[in-house]
């Protein structure tokens, strides 16, 4: 069973520039989450897509935006980059939307200079 | 909003030893789910420890067990037989079904184990 992958690992990019991070859920899982965590905190909620729909969205705002493929595969993008933007962002899947248990990826660092 | 609070910034145990983390929330909900989550230098977030609300019976898991209070909105994890591998941050989570379907993580407790 392959477990839940992210890329890239790292990636720098400069204010007002854009970026896509890219996932892959374990097998068999049709949710995937995305959590943006800043250094020292906890992660915070950025949406959640099932079955290729935004099924929930966090306090972020639009220049976030994602996409999940027909293979359940994600992506998260990010427009006009902010200083702020510098975290790690995890990929989280789940065997369905609800109560199941999220299993996260390795995460992508993203630092805007 | 449903908060998630971990009061202990830093802990340490000795190898060997017992050590709790402590965990609090805040709801109206009556359907929800606590999670502890282990996250180690190399960033990945692991599963620790999952609890259903309407579940009496505290959660075990080898050497990791939860102690649930819902009237008092605690739950605690106990780590047994301390490793020096179970160093790593610890997130407490929650999951209201009728908030979204996200995780809410506390801040975190970072534990040392030293030998």
């Known amino acids: 069973e392959t477990g839940v992958t992210q890329s890239p690992t790292h990636l720098i990019k400069t204010r007002g520039q854009q970026v896509t991070l890219r996932c892959s859920s374990q097998s068999g899982h049709n949710t995937v989450s995305w959590y943006q965590q800043a250094l020292g905190q906890g992660p915070q909620f950025i949406f959640q897509y099932y079955r290729e729909e935004e099924n929930g969205r966090g306090n972020f705002p639009p220049r976030f935006s994602g996409l999940q493929f027909p293979n359940y595969s994600s992506e998260l993008n990010v427009n006009a980059l902010e200083l702020d933007d510098s975290a790690l962002y995890l990929c989280?899947?789940?065997?369905?939307?609800?109560?199941?248990?999220?299993?996260f990826g390795p995460g992508t660092r993203l630092t805007v200079l | 909003a449903q908060t998630v609070t971990q009061s202990q910034p830093e802990m340490s145990v000795q190898e060997a030893e017992t050590v709790t983390l402590s965990c609090t929330y805040d709801t109206s909900e009556s359907n929800y789910y606590l999670f502890w989550y282990k996250q180690p230098p190399s960033r990945q977030m692991i599963l620790v420890i999952r609890?259903?609300?309407?579940?009496?019976q505290n959660a075990t898991e080898n050497r990791f067990s939860v102690n649930f209070q819902k009237a008092a909105k605690s739950f605690s994890l106990k780590i047994s037989d301390s490793q020096l591998g179970d160093t790593a941050m610890y997130f407490c989570a929650s999951l209201f079904k009728n908030a979204g379907n996200m995780l809410t993580f506390g801040g975190g407790t970072r534990l040392m184990v030293k030998p």
């Open positions: 989280a899947s789940s065997f369905n939307r609800g109560a199941d248990t999220q299993y």
């Open positions: 609890q259903e609300a309407y579940k009496q």
